[in-house]
């Protein structure tokens, strides 16, 4: 950890004030790109992030397409403006790996053999970044595919937990992400009771990591709730404009 870096304060508390089992404020809100068959927004402390979903449709070129199930393709992408430095535009090995890692995540979720021959598209889109955005990212993903009217098996919200300053922590930014010790993103199905992503970073005990677990699933329970609203709102407002 760097030498002038101090992830608690006196009185125990993290840098951005929370307790250690503690969220970052988190607003989502669905339906907020009128061009997209889906979409979905997230805001999760300071992380900004769009989902856009098109889809299913025709398999193009044909080769590609599988004659029992439909195909999903994802791109993760953080634009210039979302980290303190100007980031290139072109995709980044990180982007492309964490686009890989995200596709294989919500996959599962997706009940693909009811559109063999077609292909689901989804865009995550960084706006603004403070560390956690492969799960923020999968979290409105999952609602921008439930707003394009694909059947889901459930609904899975994300959440990294981690070790800093020897404390497990829930949720971490950008500072506990950069200088902890141990990072480990989850994604988690209450629906079905399993988890759909899961990866690890750095060194933590088997203690550890059972603890870490534990408050994981409770933090991605919390956040489904809030999947849960933010889908309610939408569909009320679908049925007040017609």
């Known amino acids: 950890m760097g030498e002038n870096i101090t992830l608690f304060s006196e009185d125990g508390k993290r840098t951005d004030g929370r307790a250690l089992d503690e969220l970052r404020p988190i607003k989502i809100k669905v339906g907020v790109l009128s061009n997209a068959q889906g979409s979905a927004y997230i805001e999760q402390g300071k992380n900004k992030i769009l989902a856009a979903v098109y889809g299913p449709k025709e398999a193009l070129p044909k080769h590609i397409s599988l004659p029992d199930r439909c195909i999903l393709r994802c791109r993760y992408h953080m634009a210039p403006f979302s980290t303190t430095e100007r980031k290139s535009p072109a995709p980044s090995r990180r982007e492309i790996e964490l686009s890989m890692v995200l596709r294989n995540a919500l996959e599962p979720l997706v009940m693909t053999s009811l559109f063999p021959r077609t292909v689901i598209d989804i865009f995550i889109e960084v706006l603004q970044a403070d560390g956690g955005t492969r799960c923020a990212g999968l979290t409105a993903a999952v609602l921008a595919l439930a707003d394009a009217g694909i059947p889901l098996k459930g609904l899975a919200a994300a959440c990294a937990v981690g070790k800093a ?78």
């Open 165 to 242: 300053d020897g404390k497990i922590v829930v949720d971490l930014n950008d500072l506990e992400d950069k200088y902890g010790e141990a990072d480990m993103p989850i994604a988690y199905n209450p629906t079905l009771d399993g988890i759909t992503l899961l990866q690890m970073d750095g060194i933590m005990s088997k203690e550890e990591v059972e603890q870490a677990l534990s408050l994981a699933i409770t933090a991605t329970q919390k956040m489904h709730k809030m999947q849960v609203d933010a889908l309610r709102e939408r569909f009320s407002v679908q049925r007040r404009e017609t």
